[in-house]
């Protein structure tokens, strides 16, 4: 009888529909919430300005726009300075580009109300003329600005070189003269010239801390010597290597210029035999770095392994050296032999030849060498092991592609990795070749 009057009272329950199902959740969700939060009631347009700022300020550009429509409050905050004293620009062709475009009509609003409050500004563009020459209006619009850092990033190579260097000369001196406190600047692959260098330091010699111009063709050896003469706070420097010179090493260190940070150097050759490379004499190298002893120099190496011959034949004071090409046993043998400084070396290809011998000279040599990567090398598994244990702890960074590790007599793959650990005082293995 139980079971039957149980089976009587289900049969006729009357089943909730789903939309009260849902206020009853609702109606729980908002009373657990209001007890354990007494200001949960509250409307989203109370919320101070300050909150809302810091909202905005970890929304995307589309989305904070969007925001900005919530209510009148929020719009106001939308349009406060110091949500756009940084900003990018995103400029791309559709049909082309993988990049979201930003919108012109928000690109336009930008330049009316907030040109003057920009400080931190920079640009993606990709590979099309018509998003570099984009660009350029852009910047030749920017007149009540005063900007701080400037940066023009190509995702792909032609982009602002494509440009005529008079439009491109002309926008960037609306913002060179305008601004009268740079301090960063990151114009690579560009056709900048050396009159918009006089016009940068003319107007920004005293606030300049950081110039990268690397792959700017247009420039010569002359108009980076007028930066380093003139802006004597420059503390970070990015160029190619032939327009570095011996008279620039010298003016980076004269007593009126601070300590100069990083200097980068990229090595490009795009065809082998067609670049004469010259030699930086070692007594400018020296004046260097007694100016600036904890400076950092990175050099980019992308040669063929016959264009190597005027590096390294005496001292060099280079701290961190990356070959994108093959190099040869004798260029790492000269390294080794006369790169005392050497802080990080990463060899991307060398050949058939075991580098045994090279990589112990280095190691015996090299006494701030802190970190290595070899990959498509050969050493072999008892080179190695000498090499890390002449290093010892101090590497911190071992990045070795198993394929590059010769088994030999004494040493097994399995065994290599225990005693490179043990040397190294971490646990230690090889890096794999990806299989997908």
């Known amino acids: 009888m139980k079971r039957a009057r149980q089976k009587v009272m289900v049969e006729h329950a009357v089943p909730q529909t789903s939309q009260e199902n849902k206020k009853q ?107 570099a020459e984009a660009a350029c209006n852009i910047l030749s619009q920017l007149v009540n600005c005063s900007i701080k850092t400037l940066g023009l990033i190509s995702t792909a190579k032609p982009s602002f070189m494509n440009v005529s260097k008079a439009h491109f000369a ?7 003269v305008n601004s009268k406190s740079l301090s960063s600047i990151k114009i690579d692959d560009t056709p900048l010239d050396d009159p918009s260098l006089k016009v940068l330091v003319a107007n920004n010699s005293d606030t300049l801390k950081l110039l990268k111009m690397s792959s700017c063709p247009h420039v010569s050896p002359a108009g980076v010597l007028c930066v380093a003469d003139q802006c004597h706070g420059l503390k970070e420097l990015a160029l190619n290597y032939y327009i570095l010179s011996d008279e620039l090493l010298l003016a980076l260190s004269s ?72 190099v040869s046993k004798a260029m790492l043998g000269r390294i080794g032999l006369n790169c005392p400084r050497l802080i990080e070396l990463v060899v991307c290809a060398n050949g058939l030849q075991p580098l045994d011998d090279e990589l112990i000279q280095i190691a015996q040599r ?59 005082g971490r646990m230690w293995f090889p890096d794999m070749m990806p299989t997908w």
């Open 25 to 131: 959740k609702t109606c729980l969700y908002e009373s657990a919430f209001s007890e354990s939060d007494p200001h949960a009631s509250i409307d989203w347009g109370s919320l101070p300005h300050h909150v809302i700022l810091r909202i905005f300020q970890f929304l995307p550009l589309v989305d904070r726009a969007r925001a900005s429509s919530v209510c009148r409050r929020w719009n106001e905050v939308f349009h406060i300075p110091d949500l756009w004293r940084r900003f990018e620009f995103e400029l791309s062709q559709p049909a082309t580009s993988y990049l979201k475009s930003t919108h012109p009509d928000l690109i336009q609003q930008i330049i009316k109300r907030h040109a003057d409050h920009l400080q931190y500004v920079s640009f993606k563009v990709d590979s099309s003329t018509e998003s």
């Open 170 to 176: 002309s926008a960037l001196t609306v913002v060179f």
């Open 366 to 424: 090299c006494k701030n060498l802190t970190a290595m990567g070899l990959g498509e090398c050969e050493v072999t598994c008892r080179g190695f092991i000498e090499f890390v244990k002449m290093c010892g702890g101090r590497l911190t960074q071992l990045s070795i592609m198993e394929e590059v590790l010769i088994p030999d007599n004494d040493y097994s793959l399995d065994r290599l990795h225990l005693e490179v650990s043990k040397h190294l």
């Open 255 to 326: 007593e009126k210029h601070v300590d100069l940070e990083h200097l980068r150097i990229d090595v490009v050759s795009e065809n082998p035999g067609q670049v004469e490379f010259h030699t930086i004499k070692k007594q400018s190298w020296d004046a260097f770095v007694k100016h600036s002893p904890k400076v950092n120099i990175v050099m980019y190496f992308f040669l063929y392994e016959e264009e190597f011959d005027a590096f390294f034949r005496e001292e060099t004071p280079v701290t961190h050296l990356y070959f994108g090409r093959a």
